[in-house]
C-alpha cells in the first residue's frame, strides 16, 4: 500500500515537472520574441521584466496612451480633411478612402458610406449638381467603385468643357484683334472690342475673369 501511494506521488511529480518545464519553454520562446520585436528604448524598460506576461504589462503601460492618442488624430484627420487645389479626383478619393482604412485597422467604426459621404462632402463647388444625380440612383448601386467611376466620368467631362470654353476664347481674341476695312468710307477702322470674358476651371469651382480690351 505504501509504495503504491509512493507510486502515486512520483507519477504526480513527473507530470507537474514536464508542465513547468514546457510553460518555461514557452515563456522563453515569448520572452525571445518580444525583445527581438521592440527598439533600443522600449527594450530598457524590460531588463526588470520576470516573464512574457511582465513584459507585455509594461509594453501596453507604455504604448496604450499612444495608441490612443493616434486613433484621436486620424480621426481628427478624417473628419477636418478637405481637398487641395492641386489634386485631381484619383488623388482625392485616394486620400479618404486611405484615412477611412486606417481608422479600420486601428477598429474604429469606419463605414463605407462614412467614407462616400467624406467624399462627396470634400468637392467645389462646380460638382454640386452631382449630388441630386449620385441620391437618384439605388442605394444597392451606391458603393465606392461606382461613386469612383462616376466622378471620374465628371472629371473628365468638366476638363472637357474647360478646354472648349478656352479654345472658344482664342477664336474670339483672333476676331476681335483683327482690323476690319470701311470699304464706303476707305478707311480701316479698328473693330470695336468687347469686354473678353475668360472661364477657368479648377477644384475650387468655376471662376471669370473680365478684361476690357481698348
Not at 6 to 31: F, H, N, P
Request: include cysteine; glycine fraction near 4%; charge should be neutral.
Amino acid at each position: 500500500m505504501r509504495k503504491l501511494e509512493l507510486d502515486g506521488i512520483g507519477e504526480q511529480l513527473t507530470y507537474m515537472s514536464i508542465v513547468t518545464i514546457d510553460w518555461y519553454r514557452a515563456d522563453g520562446k515569448c520572452q525571445k520574441l518580444i525583445v527581438t520585436s521592440v527598439d533600443n528604448g522600449p527594450l530598457q524598460n524590460l531588463i526588470n521584466c520576470a516573464n512574457a506576461y511582465e513584459m507585455w504589462e509594461k509594453l501596453l503601460a507604455i504604448h496604450e496612451p499612444k495608441f490612443k492618442t493616434s486613433i484621436h488624430l486620424f480621426q481628427q484627420k478624417f473628419f477636418s480633411y478637405s481637398l487641395e487645389a492641386t489634386d485631381d479626383m484619383s488623388t482625392h478619393i485616394a486620400k479618404v478612402a486611405n484615412s477611412g482604412m486606417r481608422l479600420k485597422q486601428l477598429e474604429e467604426p469606419v463605414t463605407d458610406n462614412m467614407v462616400m459621404t467624406k467624399i462627396l462632402m470634400a468637392l467645389p463647388d462646380m460638382y454640386n449638381h452631382f449630388y441630386s444625380a449620385w441620391d437618384s440612383i439605388p442605394a444597392v448601386d451606391k458603393t465606392i467603385n461606382n461613386l469612383t467611376s462616376r466622378l471620374l466620368i465628371e472629371e473628365s467631362r468638366l476638363q472637357q468643357r474647360n478646354w472648349s470654353v478656352m479654345e472658344n476664347q482664342k477664336s474670339i481674341e483672333l476676331t476681335e484683334n483683327n482690323p476690319k476695312k470701311d470699304w464706303k468710307s476707305g478707311n480701316k477702322n479698328k473693330a470695336t472690342r468687347k469686354p473678353v470674358i475668360a472661364i477657368f476651371v479648377n477644384y475650387q469651382g468655376i471662376g471669370k475673369c473680365n478684361s476690357e480690351n481698348t
